[in-house]
Nanobody, 122 residues
Framework: QVHLVESGGGLVQAGDSLRLSCTGS????????MGWFRQVPGKDREFVAH???????YYGDFVKGRFTISRDYAKNTVYLQMNNLKPEDTAVYYC????????????????WGQGTQVTVSS
């Protein structure tokens, strides 16, 4: 069983930065490829970023260099540094464990965290 906990969300102004954290625990937790997704009410989950065990990274098209995913193996934590935030980045951000090869498909992930709300005001 794997337990993921996201943190770091909040209310910020456009142009500000936030760093989200996703910490894993549980008897079966081990380093795996991980991903961040986001979701707004009424819409599907949108791929944000992915990092594999070799720290190769992938990003959603909308990121355009503003976000950086990283990981700290010693802390069992994956981070999402978000810079130059825009109002359209407002969403609940989720992390999950990758169980498939399609890094941008939420169906290829499992063990989702509870999410952390990010709200960006204009």
């Amino acid at each position: 069983q794997v337990h993921l906990v996201e943190s770091g969300g909040g209310l910020v102004q456009a142009g500000d930065s936030l760093r989200l954290s996703c910490t894993g625990s549980g008897p079966t937790f081990r380093p795996r490829s991980m991903g961040w997704f986001r979701q707004v009410p009424g819409k599907d989950r949108e791929f944000v970023a992915h990092i594999n065990v070799l720290e190769k990274t992938y990003y959603g098209d909308f990121v355009k260099g503003r976000f950086t995913i990283s990981r700290d193996y010693a802390k069992n934590t994956v981070y999402l540094q978000m810079n130059n935030l825009k109002p359209e980045d407002t969403a609940v951000y989720y992390c999950a464990v990758s169980i498939g090869s399609r890094y941008n498909d939420p169906d290829a992930y499992d063990d989702w965290g509870q999410g952390t709300q990010v709200t960006v005001s204009s």
